[in-house]
């Protein structure tokens, strides 16, 4: 079975830094471009960013470009999402997905909030 | 960037009814980078459609999708107690690779 395990999340306060994790198991993880999802409290799905299966191709929304930074390591089925200069509106559970999005994980929470 | 708009906002059906929920884009999408997604309330988005009319794996018939260009159709032909729920559409063919606002598909 698929299985994506984001991890890091946290309560965090505005400005500061995190970094998101996600274990990826069940498939072939180097085969597939993967994309951060996020979804704030009670609202709506949100795409974040999305790296090729080599890592040579990167894309940010506009919202988190120069914030944000995708990366993954393929030998260990992993995929990362470094976040910095955190807002109150990046407040929301970030979901690892393969970018056919075809399996999602539980997601992590960071909460962003002095 | 492609700016997703679905309606309606919300339909307020019956179990049995069928629902169609529309999603137009701002400019066009190649038939094969459309999603649709369901959300349940506590759970995570599941795949249903993919290339604007292929329905994932385990997806039931009863789900349906169609369109071209702007303007895209997921069908639900007859509502059972689980398809009450929140869909959205998602093109993943042109960077930002954007949602729709949703449709809360509830009881009527």
């Known amino acids: 079975d698929v299985q994506l395990v984001e991890s890091g999340g946290d309560l965090i306060q505005p400005g500061g830094s995190l970094r998101l994790s996600c274990t990826a198991s069940?498939?072939?993880?180097?085969?597939?471009?993967m994309s951060w999802v996020r979804q704030a409290p009670g609202k709506g799905l949100d795409w974040v960013s999305t790296?090729?299966?080599?890592?040579?191709?990167?894309y940010y929304a506009d919202s988190v470009q120069g914030r944000f930074t995708i990366s993954r390591d393929n030998s260990k089925s992993s995929l990362f999402l470094q976040m910095h200069s955190l807002r109150v509106d990046d407040t929301a559970m970030y979901y690892c997905?393969?970018?056919?999005?075809?399996?999602w994980g539980q997601g992590t929470l960071v909460t962003v909030s002095s | 960037e492609i700016v997703l708009t679905q309606s309606p906002g919300t339909l307020s059906l019956s179990p049995g009814e069928r629902a169609t929920l529309s999603c137009r884009a701002s400019q066009s999408i190649s038939n094969i980078y459309l999603a649709w997604y369901q959300q349940r309330p506590g759970q995570s988005p599941r795949l249903l459609i993919y290339g604007a009319s292929r329905r994932a794996n385990g997806i039931p018939d009863r789900f349906s999708g169609s369109g071209s260009g702007t303007d895209f159709t997921l069908t639900i032909s007859r509502l059972e107690p689980e398809d009450f729920a929140v869909y959205y559409c998602q093109q993943y063919g042109t960077p930002p690779f954007t949602f729709g606002p949703g449709t809360k598909v509830d009881i009527k």
């Open positions: 997905v393969p970018a056919t999005g075809a399996s």
């Open positions: 790296i090729s299966k080599t890592a040579d191709v990167t």
């Open positions: 069940g498939f072939t993880f180097s085969n597939y471009a």
